[in-house]
């Protein structure tokens, strides 16, 4: 039997199906426990992977990792079609009974006051994790925070399914219990309009009063093959459809100079290989060389043998390029205002709605290129002062709307909201485990 307390600093535990590497959802993470710990919070983790964490703060749940054998054999049956096999049924009540009695394990090993769901009551990347959180929160005295990047009607591939209860019972929950945290405003009328519920809106968010460090050039353009003169040009994204990477190969073959360098950070596989194929048919087709330097960038938070960092990657580049169709936020696009690089944006829909209406001085695109942005993109390359002036002022706009205090601040109002204060840290309610 284990009490929560009501006041005072918490024991937070973020909740995923993975946290490694530089994925949206587990660099928010890491961001969101920077904050949590400064305000004097300790925090921990539980998830199916968590190889970039401190063992002693970490839970690792296998049956939690959206890529387990058995999850993701309930993934494909899911999302197959609309008759739901009995099989499927059982093996998602035994799925959501071993997670469920391992979250109440890792609860009163770590001593947890609040979950953070990030995301896993948000995508159904794993159905029975999203249900097992639902039946902790329902059943315990433990406080949640639901972190919302993606949801399940913002993706084409979870339209047809046969599993409709459940996505109504996880996906998100629509439980007053729960406080709701969104990443834009688009995302937030829809979840009020569908859920009947409030949310907050906290966007991805960088530490702006904390400049990066002045690194240098580390010998990651030399590593690339990129001489000192060349123009490196980086697309720091994974390769999926949504990153729209066609744009940035046809913004290379029309600029029509040798010394342009095209490099993209991540390849990923999360979402399949026919995309990344397209890709290099379609540079081949345009004559491009695309150079991927995913071999000699760490994306795991430093612990893998790759002797470069993504930082070194925005710090070595001289433009970047962010033709996204779609975005929940925009983590690149933050990440190269933070490093006071000039960015080619596509103005998807968050952008149109959350970011341009700032004020923010980009190489602007509306899905295409054509000849005024290839002059522009010239103008900022050739003209220094005009650059400098673009990025310093894109810099000071980020301090002021996307900075850490913007997320302390509305933390610490979610710590105080009543949900958290009468559900989850009632020291009169007991968790049994």
Known sequence: MITRKKSGPKRIAFVSTRISGTDGVSLEIEKWARVLEGMGHSCCYIAGLCDDRPTEQS?????????????EAVSAEAFAGRLRPHRLSDRVRQLTKRIDEQL???????GVDVLIAENCLTIPMNIPLGLALVETVMETPVACIAHHHDF???????????????LVTAFPPR??????????????????????????????????????????RRGLRAALGIGEDDIMVLQPTRIVQRKGIETSIELIARLADPRFKFVISHTGTDEGDAYAARIQDYARLLG?????????????????????????????????????????????????VYHRKPILCNRYSIFRTDIEPLGFNTIEIDGFINDSVIAEVRQVIDDADYRRRMVEGNYDI?????????????????????????????????LDV
């Open 288 to 336: 491009v060389e695309i150079i991927l330097a995913e071999s000699l960038i760490d994306a795991g938070g430093g612990r893998s043998e790759a002797p470069f960092s993504i930082w070194d990657a925005y710090n070595e580049a001289d433009l970047v390029t962010y033709p996204s169709t779609y975005e929940g936020f925009g983590n690149a696009f933050l990440e190269a």
């Open 59 to 71: 839970f690792i749940i296998p049956e939690a990792h959206f890529l387990h054998p058995e999850i």
């Open 104 to 110: 109440r394990l890792a609860i009163d090993r770590l």
């Open 398 to 430: 980020g301090r002021q709307f996307f900075s850490y205090r913007r997320v302390a601040t509305d933390i610490e109002a979610l710590l105080s909201a009543p949900n958290l204060v009468s559900h989850g840290l009632d020291p009169e309610r007991c």
């Open 175 to 216: 439980l007053a219990q729960i406080d709701h945290v969104v990443i834009n405003t688009q995302a937030a009328s829809e979840f009020s309009r569908r859920t009947g519920l409030p949310c907050t809106v906290i966007p991805n968010v960088m530490d702006f009063d904390r400049p990066p460090p002045a690194l240098g």
């Open 152 to 166: 399940v009607w913002e993706r084409d591939r979870f339209l047809v399914n046969c599993v409709d209860d459940y």
